[in-house]
């Protein structure tokens, strides 16, 4: 009655006689083993998920990271998991720890932080690579589940996020300040053809202004208003000299004005002599 023994779905069983294993593995349910002779093993089958202390490394361009991680394994050979190491639970843990620090040194701080997928497939690999054939442990899934960077490496990846957002705002806004100025020419273009589109630009803003109801409106002269004062003088003053050469009423033209007469500077200066030649000037003028 000692002899009997149940294993569970997920283990299996090894039985050892007198400290040797037999061929073979026991499958779950009911087994008899020898109670004298024989020793029965058991060895769960389940997947273990592992966690791997934070382990500070230095990457390949000389940032000091603490990353920790998360590995998931399930023994494939009951034989090899108890005959070829002790603990293979422990086994697995080490291994985990210095494939993590090596996968550090190999990967830059942005690999790590960016391209999760790859880090965790080498990870696996690297684990998997020492495990599986001489342990009979398959490891199934290893991922990275945090990366601590320290306070001076954060401070100076938010300036550089900053930046990078500040310079996308403003190339943003130059292209807006591009296409709009281009809009702008056309406008004007527009404009400088039919004049009258201005004056109703500008009644259209003035009515826009005016409907806050919080301001005082100041309504500039239109530019046209003075051209038109500009062209009026312009004609006004070419009509002018026009009309010195136009008859008068009884059909005869307007006397030329004579020019002033005065006596040569070889005779004495009297202002008696200069009113006679004066006068008799005008005087032959008139006839």
């Known amino acids: 009655m000692f002899g009997f023994k149940i294993i569970t779905q997920f283990e299996q069983g090894i039985v050892f006689r007198w400290g040797r294993a037999l061929p073979g593995v026991r499958e779950p349910g009911l087994t008899w083993v020898n109670p004298f002779t024989d020793r029965l093993r058991k060895v769960n089958m389940q997947i273990v ?14 940032v000091t990271l603490k990353v920790d991680a998360v590995v998931y394994y399930r023994v494939v050979d009951p034989f090899k998991a108890i005959i070829n190491v002790q ?5 697995v843990s080490q291994v985990a720890q210095t494939s993590l620090r090596s996968v550090i ?15 965790n497939a080498h990870l696996k690999d690297v684990i998997d690579a020492p495990t599986e054939q001489p342990w009979g442990i ?11 960077l320290p306070e001076s490496m954060k401070r100076s990846m ?15 806004s130059a292209d807006g300040e591009y296409q709009a100025s281009k809009k702008l020419a056309q406008a004007a273009a527009v ?19 005016a409907a806050e109801k ?5 309504m500039p002269v239109p530019v046209e208003l003075l051209r038109f004062f ?33 006596a040569p500077a070889s005779l004495p200066a009297s202002p008696a002599r200069n009113a006679a030649l004066n006068a008799a000037s005008k005087t032959s003028a008139t006839a």
């Open 49 to 62: 998920v592992a966690a791997v202390p934070a382990q500070e490394a230095i990457t390949r361009d000389n």
């Open 87 to 91: 603990n293979y639970n422990f086994a």
């Open 105 to 119: 040194g190999q990967s830059d701080m942005d690999q790590l932080l960016s391209e999760r997928d790859k880090v």
């Open 138 to 148: 398959r490891v199934e899934r290893v991922e990275v589940k945090d990366v601590s």
């Open 158 to 172: 938010s300036r550089q996020a900053e930046a990078e957002r500040e310079r996308r705002a403003r190339i943003i």
């Open 191 to 209: 404009m400088a053809a039919d004049p009258a589109a201005l004056q109703l630009r500008l009644l259209q803003t003035v009515v826009e202004v």
């Open 214 to 218: 919080n301001s005082t409106l100041v």
């Open 230 to 262: 500009d062209r009026d003088a312009r004609t006004t003053g070419q009509a002018r000299p026009a009309a010195a050469d136009t008859p008068d009423a009884d059909g005869a033209l307007p006397a030329p004005e004579a020019p002033a007469l005065a």
